[in-house]
């Protein structure tokens, strides 16, 4: 069971990187790394929240 969540958020981790990296071609600089940083921050709060 733990195999399949490890998996599972692996696949959303790479989808959003995906997804900032196409678009930081198209806004860049300040707000692509503040916008990533916050995704970075609810998926590490999502995690332990799920863990706990």
Known sequence: MMKYNIFYILA???FIIWVVGYIVYDVGGF???T???A???LL???IRDHIR
Do not use: M, P, Q
């Open 39 to 41: 995704v970075i921050i």
């Open 44 to 46: 590490l709060k999502l």
């Open 12 to 14: 959303t981790v790479l």
């Open 35 to 37: 916008f990533l940083l």
């Open 31 to 33: 707000f692509h790394f």
